[in-house]
């Protein structure tokens, strides 16, 4: 890897380890000074490897600095130390023999900790997913503002006022009670969610960029997985459904990089290693006594892997749409039962449904009522094509919409 | 919105016995009557009651069967989001248990706080 690749490299993949661990050593209260000693030592970093050449080990030299520099901190700022030397004390070492713990263990640990504090419900969903991606993932402010379409600015705000009110809070670095993890779990998982749908379903056209936030919500779930304190039925319920959803991700573009319909899609071109795997944390899932949205997902998921059209296929859709709406609506999820609905009964009978449902202002809506009246009024359906294509917003939409009223014509 | 309690009774026949297709058929029936309540995002929960129960009366007299002194019992209950009482009657149109020969009563719910 050349220099001037390594160091953005390593921040992604080591920012994240060194601050936990500094994070979980000093504190929620004191992120700001973890983040200025992990800002510092990459700054050196770069003006040292760029005059002396790049070390042997390059993760260890950060090591090295960053629990120089960390005690450095504990010298000069005496406020600061005073929280910290309380710690210090209770280990009954001194400053000089004090040791920054970044074994792979206390690093996986630490990382673990910092899941939980930072999917904390005091801060708004948002906040949580743009800290993680900066404090669990490493993302540069610039790449979570392309994520978020919004600029450098109202993202650095918005994470300040976040990390001021977990400092406020002094929301603990640590795992839950046993009693609560179940609970505890339940926006962690949520968060971790949402940073998958950002990446799979973000309207930003940087495809590389959704697909890190993808990876990056995966390695988050597999972190859960790979505790056995965390790693109950609905964290393996949603790591099945990111790897059903993963598998289309290179056949969702086309060469010529337009996006793709499920129905464009090739088949060959699906990722099968991520659908087996997929099978298997779904089977695994498949323990205790309730279900959560993750794993009515993940089954719908598991069916649109297999392309062949089949009136099982769509029955068994149709009845996970059922169970997943009765756990949680979503327009989304309303739209596209209906949509099963009309494969696994009848048009006619998904119709007298659809019209029931009141989303009115919404192009997806209006689609879909275009797509069951074809066949059954022609005038219905291109009045809802229309109105579908007045409401769209995204230019890709647009497109679509118009490429089928133009075929009507 | 306002929540009201859907009230399954029927007069169940003990002698009839749902063959696994059936059951299937049935949950299914229940299921997509559900789902279409809750496509409308107007469901709040619902249950179904076994057949096990007892009765327990003033003078400490338990008498066995959820039957309360008529052949009609509660087979469930659905809890449904609407802004009206009419409303609540539109959803339960379609509910499986008509088929049987059951209806279905609805009542307001009154919170207590």
Same mark, same amino acid.
């Given at each position: ?90 280990? $009954?070492?001194?400053? +000089? !023999? ?9 690093? *996986?640990?630490?990382?673990?900790? @910092? ?10 969903? !948002? ?15 610039? +790449? ?22 977990? $400092? ?22 949520? %968060? ?11 309207? %930003? *056209? ?14 988050? %779930? ?16 949603? @790591?099945?459904? @990111?790897?059903? =959803? ?18 464009? *899609?090739? !088949?060959?071109?699906?990722? @099968?290693?991520?659908? $087996? ?11 205790? =006594? ?6 009515? +997902? ?5 069916? =649109? ?13 149709? *009845?996970?749409?059922? $169970?997943?709406? #009765? ?35 919404? =192009? ?18 291109? !009045? ?17 919409? #118009? ?7 | ?11 169940? /026949?003990? &002698?009839?016995?749902? &063959? ?24 709040? &929960? ?12 003033? /003078?400490?007299?338990?008498? /066995? ?18 802004? &009206?009482? /009419? ?27």
């Amino acid at each position: 890897m050349k220099e001037n690749e390594l160091i953005p490299h390593l921040f992604k993949t080591e920012y994240r380890k060194i601050i936990s661990v500094l994070c979980k050593l000093f504190g929620i209260a004191n992120i700001a000074v973890a983040e200025d000693i992990v800002n510092d030592t990459f700054l050196l970093a770069a003006e040292s490897w760029g005059s002396k050449g790049i070390p042997t080990n390059p993760t260890a030299w950060l090591y090295t600095v960053a629990k120089n520099k960390t005690k450095d901190s504990l010298r000069r700022d005496k406020v600061f130390s005073d929280k910290v030397s309380v710690k210090i004390k209770e280990d $009954r070492k001194n400053i +000089e !023999e004090f040791e920054v713990d970044l074994t792979d263990q206390n690093i *996986q640990d630490s990382q673990l900790k @910092m899941i939980f504090a930072i999917c904390s419900p005091l801060i708004s969903v !948002e906040a949580q997913i743009g800290l993680a991606l900066r404090i669990l993932c490493g993302f540069g402010i610039e +790449e979570i503002a392309q994520a978020f379409l919004s600029n450098k600015d109202t993202i650095n705000k918005r994470l300040y006022r976040a990390k001021e009110k977990l $400092r406020k809070a002094n929301i603990p670095v640590d795992l839950p009670p046993h009693a609560e993890i179940s609970d505890r779990l339940q926006p962690v998982l949520r %968060t971790i969610y949402l940073l998958y749908n950002e990446g799979y379903y973000s309207s %930003t *056209q940087n495809n590389i960029l959704r697909k890190d936030l993808c990876y990056e919500a995966m390695r988050l %779930t597999y972190l859960l997985i790979g505790c056995e304190e965390t790693n109950i039925p609905a964290t393996r319920a949603l @790591m099945a459904l @990111m790897c059903f =959803h993963s598998s289309r991700f290179e056949s969702r573009v086309s060469p010529e990089g337009k996006y793709l319909l499920y129905e464009e *899609q090739n !088949e060959a071109d699906w990722d @099968m290693d991520l659908i $087996r795997k997929g099978d298997y944390f779904l089977n695994q899932a498949a323990q205790g =006594h309730k279900a959560s949205k993750y794993h009515y +997902e993940a089954a719908i998921a598991y069916w =649109h892997c297999r392309k062949e059209d089949s009136k099982e296929k769509w029955e068994n859709i149709l *009845q996970l749409y059922n $169970r997943l709406l #009765q756990i949680e609506y979503s327009p989304v999820a309303a739209l596209n039962r209906t949509l099963a609905l009309s494969k696994a009964r009848s048009k006619e009978i998904a119709l007298t449904e659809a019209l029931k449902i009141n989303l009115d202002k919404s =192009h997806l809506y209006h689609a879909l009522l275009a797509d069951l009246y074809k066949g059954i009024s022609l005038e219905k359906h291109k !009045e809802h094509l229309n109105t579908a294509l007045k409401l769209a917003k995204s230019e890709a939409d647009k497109e679509f919409l #118009q490429a089928k009223i133009e075929q009507l014509n | 919105m306002n929540e009201f309690m859907m009230i399954f009774r029927h007069s169940p /026949d003990p &002698s009839m016995e749902l &063959s696994p297709e059936q059951l299937q058929e049935s949950i299914k029936q229940w299921q997509d009557w559900i789902g279409g309540i809750a496509g409308q995002g107007k469901f709040s &929960s619902t249950n179904q009651l076994g057949y096990e129960g007892k009765t327990l009366k003033p /003078d400490g007299i338990v008498t /066995d069967g959820p039957y309360a002194e008529v052949k009609e019992i509660i087979g469930g209950y659905l809890i449904a989001k609407a802004a &009206s009482l /009419d409303e609540a009657m539109k959803l339960a149109e379609g509910c499986p248990i008509l088929h049987v020969g059951g209806h279905v009563e609805v009542r307001n719910i009154i919170p207590i706080n």
